[in-house]
C-alpha cells in the first residue's frame, strides 16, 4: 500500500480481503478435485457448496462481477463430462476470481491515492491565493 488509506477505503479494502481466504478455499478444493480422480462427487459437492455460499456473500456486498464467476464454478463443477476439461475450466474461472479480487483491490487503493493527492493539490492552491496580512 502507498500511504495511509483513508477510512472508507481502509473499510472497503478489508472487506475485500475477507474474502481471499474463501477464494483461497475454493482454490484447494479445485485442487483436491483434480488430484482425487476416486470419490470425486464428494469433491463437487464441497466445491459447489463452497461457491454458492461466496455466490451470495460477494452479491451481497454489491460485487456481481465475482459473484457470477462463483455462479459459474458452481454450474462447471455439477456438470458431467471429462474431469480434465473440467478441472482446467475450474481452475481457470478460480484464476479469473482471484485476479478480479485483486484487481478490486488495487483500483479502491488507486482511487483513495487520487482523491486524496488531489484534495491536497486543492488545499495547496487555496493556500496561495489567501492574501498574506
Known amino acids: 500500500m502507498a500511504g495511509k488509506l ?3 477505503a481502509a473499510l472497503k479494502v478489508a472487506e475485500l480481503e475477507s474474502f481471499s481466504p474463501k477464494v483461497l478455499r475454493l482454490n484447494t478444493l479445485v485442487e483436491q478435485y483434480a488430484v ?3 470419490n470425486a462427487e464428494q469433491h463437487t459437492a464441497a466445491l459447489r457448496r463452497a461457491a454458492d455460499q461466496l455466490k451470495l456473500q460477494l ?10 464467476i462463483c455462479g459459474t464454478i458452481a454450474l462447471t463443477a ?3 463430462g471429462n474431469p480434465g476439461a473440467k478441472t482446467r475450466a ?3 474461472f478460480v484464476g479469473n476470481l482471484r485476479f478480479q479480487l485483486d484487481l ?3 483500483i479502491t487503493i488507486r482511487e483513495d491515492d487520487e482523491r486524496r493527492a488531489k484534495e491536497e493539490k486543492a488545499d495547496a492552491k487555496a493556500d496561495s491565493s489567501e492574501p498574506a496580512q
Open 90 to 92: 475450474l481452475r481457470e
Open 104 to 106: 478490486a483491490i488495487r
Open 6 to 8: 483513508s477510512p472508507s
Open 36 to 38: 482425487n480422480k476416486s
Open 59 to 68: 452479491m451481497g456486498v454489491g460485487l456481481d462481477a465475482m459473484s457470477q
Open 78 to 80: 455439477a456438470r458431467a
